[in-house]
């Protein structure tokens, strides 16, 4: 949600922020600009639009600055206008801000200082932190005083980059609740508000906490406490990612490129080491109630790990949307909250721990980004390895978590005596099986996928369906299609349709059943039968199934054979394909669809 990337270099900075805010493009980008000090004045350049578009109009390369801040914004208060977008200046023009997050008390501060004299000019909140800035020099005199002033008036949550002329060879940078990185290069040093932003330069961070705020320069940095100044020593972390997994290598989109990496994080996955999954399993065998809680995409992950669990370890866990767990949070020290975040830095998510723990809870989670902010809030994390995922919309990181959570099913069914030492080794055995499936499924599906897509691109109505643990499956399913097509896809379970949707059928609207294999019996026959009450009404059905049926749907694609366990992941991918190709032939914008943003670090 928005980014920020800031540069302060022995060298001219040249491509470096452009590089930097560029690849922070999938957090935002409805506007962006950057900021740097030229001849003791502040240049901006900034406007509505991409960073291509922005720098094809602006200029955002070539800066023979030494220091500069940049930004991609993804608009919270205020429109998506050129005067909203970041960097905002000062009224002198002598300080520059970038920030992500919302200043919860900023109508108070913008009045007071409208009535001091300051003139805006956005309708933001950040504007207001340039003024306040402005102001507490005037009375100290001194950029550090000035900045740590600032701070301490500021509620609500930020990650703040700032640059000025009365400091000019420094970056003064802050974090409260929106996560914000220092990268120590060796020409350079550098500020993020991930990883992405410096990777191409440097793999050694440092990550400021809550509370927290910066100074960087060219050859050194200095992390220091807003409440009493005192300076933190940190550790220098090394980023385990390869700057190259961050590229498209090849891919015409993130999107394909990351369904490809599947199997690969899948493999990444089960490489975890069995004592963290024993000792989170542990936790979960001795809790009296377990949250499984995500939103989105680990709403849906946190389903599917319900049916898995029920199934596996014949254990109740409830799967709550973080931005609703206030509302049900029954929380106590004989409670588990599992969380499932890619990012680790989702509000809700986080919001949602914290207050968990602040009943007593024992608290847990699924993360893909090492040293985020849910990663280091919880008692027991299992990071997932999956590598970056860029496309706004996430497919490799939501199958690594399923597969995490088959695998915690699996140690707690054992735990329990529901399942026995003959079943683990058989779904251990089919989970390692699991990255070969997916990738035969890509090589010899994804043609079949992509024609379908191209051949349905015009239905603009659809319904996934699935029944027990495909139920989620559908959903997830429903929910990438929606947001890479646009188009209006309902996902929900098989049993309901005759419960009111069915009115909805006619041959203006497709839709996809996820069909499991013959030998789940019931299962099977209940998710058959919702296929003939569509078709009774004339609706057009595509089968995803794993066994051939003639005259069952008007369109079948057929998956290689699986074990029960894994099964449902690979209409899964088969149905990430299916999104992709479709948007593809509609021609959207894939890895980063409209009005949406990847990391979504506000309320
Ligand atoms: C959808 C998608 C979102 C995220 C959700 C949670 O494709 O990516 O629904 O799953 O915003 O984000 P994380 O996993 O970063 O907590």
């Given amino acids: 949600m928005c980014g920020i990337s800031g540069v302060a270099s022995f060298h001219p900075i040249h491509d470096r922020l452009y590089e930097g805010v560029h690849q922070l493009e999938y957090r935002g980008y409805d506007s962006c ?23 094809s109009r602006a200029n955002l390369r070539n800066l023979e600055a030494h220091v500069g801040i940049a930004h991609t914004r993804w608009a919270t208060h205020g429109k998506v206008t050129r005067e909203n977008a970041h960097p905002h200046v000062s009224c002198d023009g002598a300080f520059a801000v970038v920030h992500n997050g919302i200043i919860a008390n900023y109508r108070a501060l913008r009045e007071r200082l409208q009535q001091a004299g300051h003139r805006f000019r956005s309708e933001t909140d950040t504007e207001t932190i340039a003024h306040l800035v402005e102001d507490h020099f005037r009375r100290t005199g001194n950029v550090e005083a000035a900045w740590v002033a600032t701070l301490r008036e500021l509620e609500g949550s930020y990650a703040l980059a700032m640059i000025s002329v009365h400091d000019s060879d420094r970056i003064y940078c802050a974090r409260q609740e929106s996560p914000l990185i220092i990268g120590v290069g060796t020409d350079a040093n550098y500020v993020g508000s991930d990883f992405n932003a410096f990777i ?21 940095y200095a992390i220091k406490r807003v409440r009493d100044g005192e300076v933190v020593e940190k550790p220098v972390m090394v980023i385990p990612w390869d700057s190259e997994l961050s590229r498209k290598g090849g891919y015409p ?22 004592s963290a999954i024993l000792a989170l399993v542990q936790a979960m065998a001795e809790a009296r109630r377990i949250y499984l809680i995500g939103v989105g995409t680990t709403y849906y992950v946190a389903l599917y790990g319900q049916y898995l669990f029920a199934e596996l370890a014949d254990v109740d866990v409830l799967p709550v949307s973080s931005d609703e767990f206030r509302y049900l949070d029954k929380s106590d020290p004989n409670t588990v909250v599992l969380a499932i975040s890619q990012s680790g830095e989702t509000y809700d998510t986080l919001m949602s721990l914290r207050h968990a723990k602040e009943r007593g809870a024992k608290t847990a ?3 893909n980004v090492v040293g985020s902010s849910i990663a280091r809030l919880v008692d027991h994390v299992l990071l997932q390895g999956s590598g970056p995922e860029v496309c706004v919309v996430s497919t490799k990181a939501a199958l690594a978590q399923m597969v995490l959570l088959t695998r915690l099913a699996i140690e707690l069914g054992v735990v329990r005596g529901k399942l026995s030492r003959g079943s683990q080794e058989a779904a251990c055995d089919a989970l390692h099986r699991l990255p070969g499936e997916i990738e035969t499924l890509l090589n010899e599906r994804s043609g079949l996928i992509r024609a379908a897509a191209y051949r349905h691109a015009h239905m603009h109505n659809w319904l996934f369906l699935g029944r027990g643990i495909y139920y989620p499956i559908a959903l997830e399913s429903a929910l990438k299609m929606k947001e890479v097509t646009y188009l209006h896809v309902e996902g929900m379970p098989g049993g309901f349709l005759k419960h009111g949707t069915l009115s909805l059928v006619d041959e203006n609207l497709y839709t996809l059943v996820f069909v499991p294999p013959r030998e789940s019996g019931e299962l099977y026959t209940l ?13 057009f059905v595509i089968g995803f199934a794993f066994d051939p049926a003639p005259g069952l749907f008007d369109e079948i694609i057929l998956f290689p054979p ?32 409209r009005s949406l943003a990847k990391s979504v670090t506000v309320a």
């Fill in 253 to 274: 989109h993130f999107m394909l490129k990351e369904i490809h990496e599947q199997p690969q994080a899948a493999r990444a996955a089960l490489a975890i080491e069995n």
């Fill in 365 to 367: 989670a699924i993360v």
């Fill in 527 to 539: 998710t058959v039968s919702c296929v003939e009450e569509v078709r009774a009404r004339g609706g």
């Fill in 200 to 220: 191409e330069y440097t793999k050694n961070a440092v990550i400021l906490d809550d509370g927290e705020y910066g100074i960087v320069s060219k050859d050194s």
């Fill in 33 to 55: 600009g950057v900021a740097f000090v030229e001849n003791r004045h502040i240049e901006v350049r900034k406007d509505v639009g991409t960073v291509d578009e922005v720098d």
């Fill in 562 to 593: 699986a074990h029960a366990i894994t099964a449902p992941l690979l209409p899964l991918v088969g149905a990430q394909l299916l999104a992709y190709f479709t948007a593809t032939a509609l021609k959207r914008n894939v890895d980063k669809p």
